[in-house]
């Protein structure tokens, strides 16, 4: 998760710097090739604050991939991560070759370490997270309780995700009655869409 909020970071104040320059901020130098040493002129400040919404863009899947938001599910993300690497490694490419030097010095370490960041969110894929709370099987399958109903054997509200790789056999502090199976357990896992997959650390009892 840190790699995604680094890359979410740097992406905010690149979208900073160009609301400054979309503002009529005097940097055009370290942008657009350059050209316009000064205040840019005012083709290239839309381009700018076009430029602003991508950023916006660019960081969806890492955000995505990192739980902190839930859009599309996660395997839509982790390519979208990919495609946003190969964007950001032409970003490399365009900003080395400016012909302004405040522009190659600035901006291309900065582009550099946004491809780099962007790099470790696709191979690193969604982030696991630790999840506190009841796990209920009725029979049809573990869910993990988003709500829980006041009732003996106890119920799951209706948005509860399916959990996918519980094993019941091996954990302690399971309960049963009336052929339902529940307790209460920290693990950790990926959520995607209405699904938690668990990860591979043994689920352990909630005191």
Same mark, same amino acid.
């Given at each position: $998760?840190?790699?995604?909020?680094?890359?979410?970071?740097?992406?905010?104040?690149?979208?900073?710097?160009?609301? &400054?320059?979309?503002?009529?901020?005097?940097? *055009?130098? @370290?942008?657009?090739?350059?050209?316009?040493?000064?205040?840019?002129?005012?083709?290239?400040? !839309?381009?700018?604050?076009?430029?602003?919404? =991508? %950023?916006?863009?660019?960081?969806?899947?890492?955000?995505?991939?990192?739980?902190?938001?839930?859009? =599309?599910?996660?395997?839509?993300?982790?390519? &979208?991560?990919?495609?946003?690497?190969?964007?950001? %490694?032409?970003?490399?490419? $365009?900003?080395?070759?400016?012909?302004?030097?405040?522009?190659?010095?600035? $901006?291309?370490?900065?582009? &550099?370490?946004?491809?780099?960041?962007?790099?470790?969110?696709?191979?690193?894929?969604?982030?696991?997270?630790?999840?506190?709370?009841?796990?209920?099987?009725?029979?049809?399958?573990?869910? @993990? %309780?988003?709500? !829980? $109903?006041?009732?003996?054997?106890?119920? %799951? *509200?209706?948005?509860?995700?399916?959990?996918?790789?519980?094993?019941?056999?091996?954990? &302690?502090?399971?309960?049963?009655?009336?052929?339902?199976?529940?307790?209460?357990?920290?693990?950790? *896992?990926?959520?995607?869409?209405?699904?938690? @997959?668990?990860?591979?650390?043994?689920?352990?009892?909630?005191?």
């Amino acid at each position: $998760m840190a790699t995604a909020i680094a890359f979410t970071v740097l992406l905010g104040l690149l979208a900073v710097f160009q609301i &400054a320059l979309a503002s009529g901020a005097p940097w *055009g130098r @370290f942008a657009w090739g350059g050209r316009h040493r000064e205040a840019l002129p005012r083709r290239l400040r !839309i381009a700018s604050a076009v430029s602003v919404l =991508v %950023c916006i863009v660019l960081a969806l899947p890492a955000l995505d991939l990192a739980g902190i938001i839930d859009i =599309v599910p996660n395997a839509v993300s982790r390519v &979208a991560a990919w495609v946003v690497f190969g964007y950001l %490694c032409i970003g490399v490419v $365009m900003n080395a070759v400016s012909r302004s030097r405040p522009e190659r010095v600035v $901006m291309t370490p900065l582009a &550099a370490v946004l491809a780099l960041l962007a790099f470790v969110v696709a191979l690193t894929g969604p982030v696991s997270h630790e999840f506190r709370g009841m796990v209920l099987d009725q029979g049809d399958g573990p869910v @993990f %309780c988003d709500t !829980i $109903m006041e009732s003996y054997p106890p119920q %799951c *509200g209706s948005l509860s995700p399916d959990v996918v790789g519980w094993q019941w056999d091996s954990l &302690a502090g399971v309960e049963e009655s009336d052929g339902i199976r529940w307790g209460e357990y920290s693990f950790d *896992g990926v959520i995607d869409g209405d699904t938690l @997959f668990v990860s591979e650390r043994e689920p352990r009892p909630l005191p």
